[in-house]
T-cell receptor, first 114, second 112 residues
Framework: DTAVSQTPKYLVTQMGNDKSIKCEQN?????MYWYKQDSKKFLKIMFS???????INETVPNRFSPKSPDKAHLNLHINSLELGDSAVYFC?????????????FGAGSRLTVL | ELKVEQNPLFLSMQEGKNYTIYCNYS?????LYWYRQDPGKSLESLFV?????AVKQEGRLMASLDTKARLSTLHITAAVHDLSATYFC????????????FGKGTRLHILP
């Protein structure tokens, strides 16, 4: 059973298009995240949701819109795609509270904008 | 704002050698994580360090945390080729905003 699953794994599209990436976790975690990993492998936090509430909204263009229909799902919609949006997008989740709250990552979604 | 600095960013070393990766961070935190990422793969949790002086070991890897110096180290003993990967440290922002900030990663290449 995959703990954090993302779809699609690969996405190739033209500039100006709109696309979505979906994420689901079956771990019962409270908080979900989107991270962007660029071509240099740098990981940058984009958003986090806790029980469907937006907690973190980093300096990300408003073309990116996360949606969390329930605490097990966090989707990422991107409007008017640009070349610079090409990256690997990782979904992650973790449990709230004190202690070792390790992030569990999905397999990543590689987005290529042509 | 929490900043996390790793060094070196690239490391090429011979099998059998020892080396250390350093992770410095800018604000108070006592939750630090080390992750491994193989090429084209996701991130895998290696260690969680939750207090000053914490030390964790798994095989040839050992991680430690000094919260007063805001420094964590990942030490590799007698490196083997299978340890070639990118290693990330990540620090939990203790301001209750659920933010975990990653260093830029250290690409480790171990030569046979």
């Amino acid at each position: 059973d995959t703990a954090v699953s993302q779809t699609p794994k690969y996405l190739v599209t033209q500039m100006g298009n709109d696309k979505s990436i979906k994420c689901e976790q079956n771990l019962g975690h409270d908080t979900m995240y989107w991270y962007k990993q660029d071509s240099k492998k740098f990981l940058k936090i984009m958003f986090s949701y806790n029980n469907k509430e937006l907690i973190i909204n980093e300096t990300v263009p408003n073309r990116f819109s996360p949606k969390s229909p329930d605490k097990a799902h966090l989707n990422l919609h991107i409007n008017s795609l640009e070349l610079g949006d090409s990256a690997v997008y990782f979904c992650a989740s973790r449990l709230e509270g004190a202690g070792a709250n390790v992030l569990t990552f999905g397999a990543g979604s590689r987005l290529t904008v042509l | 704002e929490l900043k996390v600095e790793q060094n070196p960013l690239f490391l090429s070393m011979q099998e059998g050698k020892n080396y250390t990766i350093y992770c410095n961070y800018s604000t108070t935190s006592d939750r630090l994580y080390w992750y491994r990422q193989d090429p084209g793969k996701s991130l895998e949790s290696l260690f969680v360090l939750l207090s000053n002086g914490a030390v964790k070991q798994e095989g040839r890897l050992m991680a430690s945390l000094d919260t007063k110096a805001r420094l964590s180290t990942l030490h590799i003993t007698a490196a083997v080729h299978d340890l070639s990967a990118t290693y990330f440290c990540a620090v939990d922002n203790m301001n209750r905003d659920d933010k975990i900030i990653f260093g830029k990663g250290t690409r480790l290449h171990i030569l046979p």
